[in-house]
């Protein structure tokens, strides 16, 4: 009998403190958006990348890298800039570092490099460069953004449960009332979707805060879709090779399952069984 009061007692002390951990964690289930890469022959909308990329560059590059992308991937097959318009005609080329608007965009980028006797230098960015990171390293990123440390972009549709999904919501979720018994500390900010119901991040976005080339309206729901059209990008930026490889095979491996089963009925049509 004391040995079950001790498996009770146990058990309550651990269900008290697994209580708080699984409210820590809590969030809200993402919205879902049709999204134009979604499914077998899903594609990226290139005019929505393009605005991503836009946003990106002037609401998220002071905070947020992207280490494992390279200028000229913007210009690569797939990319946002893989066909461009040069004095009223599109254009492709086969090589993303002779494109012009690529090698336009890196260039608004000083990166650190070493000259030919090995000082330290700062240069005008090149299509083979990689997107420099905003800070010089994790202290000084954690000291300019109260503590928290911004995590990089590049993977980020892969590296979180719901996708782009969560990256959208999350972007839009900052106008939601927080309940009474929440406890927000000062400099952190309640958004239902962020595990734990609490940000370090202040809202980014705000309706026309930036003018897109292309005239679209710049507002928050439209500028959060755009942002995750780039990020989903960057988090898979041959996905439409991929599939377009996928649906070859199939294709391959449907006209040999024909031909096997043709073959077989002609080799055993004529033997008893």
Known sequence: MKTFSRILATAAAAMMVAAPAMGAGYYDKPEQHAWSFDGPFGEYDRQAVQRGFQVYQQVC????????????????PGGPFETVVIDGVEQSFDNPNDNPVVASIAAEYFISDIDDIGDTIERAGRPSDMFPYPFANEAQARAANGGAYPPDLSVIVRARHYGANYIRSLLMGYDREPPADL?????????????GRIIAMPPQLMDGMIEYADGTEATVEQMATDLTHFLAWTSDPHMEQRKRMGLMVMIYLFGLAILLYASYRKIWSKVKH
């Open 61 to 76: 590059a002071a905070c947020h890298g992207l280490k494992y992308v390279a200028f000229r991937h913007l210009g690569q």
């Open 183 to 195: 406890d927000i500390r000062p400099g952190s900010y309640y958004n239902p979707y962020m595990p």
